[in-house]
Nanobody, 128 residues
């Protein structure tokens, strides 16, 4: 198993910032691409950001480009999502996930079905 655990969610005013963390157990973290997804009430889960195994390649949903930054620290087995200039529409449960097929990552980084391990989620609420 590769348990994932998110932390760092909370309530923040519009324009504020939060940093989410995703701790990963196991020895395969440094070889795995990671991503953040989110699910707002009444909506489907959607892709937010992804990062390859080394941290050298990142991708973002258009709705968060320029405001969110994904990063990782392989020595700490942790991935991060720095969220700045938050908006009420960013309110959602945020999930981190591990990509299951490194060879296909570049073409499938935003495909939910390609992620095999998921955290329990952390709530982010942005007030207007």
């Amino acid at each position: 198993q590769v348990p994932l655990a998110e932390s760092g969610g909370g309530l923040v005013q519009a324009g504020g910032s939060l940093r989410l963390s995703c701790g990963v157990s196991g020895r395969t973290f440094s070889k795995s691409a990671m991503a953040w997804f989110r699910q707002a009430p009444g909506k489907e889960r959607e892709f937010v950001a992804a990062i390859n195994w080394s941290g050298g390649s990142t991708d973002y949903a258009d709705s968060v480009k320029g405001r969110f930054t994904i990063s990782r620290d392989n020595a700490k087995n942790t991935a991060y999502l720095q969220m700045n200039n938050l908006k009420p529409e960013d309110t959602a449960v945020y999930y981190c996930a591990r990509h299951s097929r490194p060879a296909y990552y570049s073409r499938t980084y935003d495909s939910e079905g390609m992620y095999d391990y998921w955290g329990q989620g952390t709530q982010v609420t942005v007030s207007s």
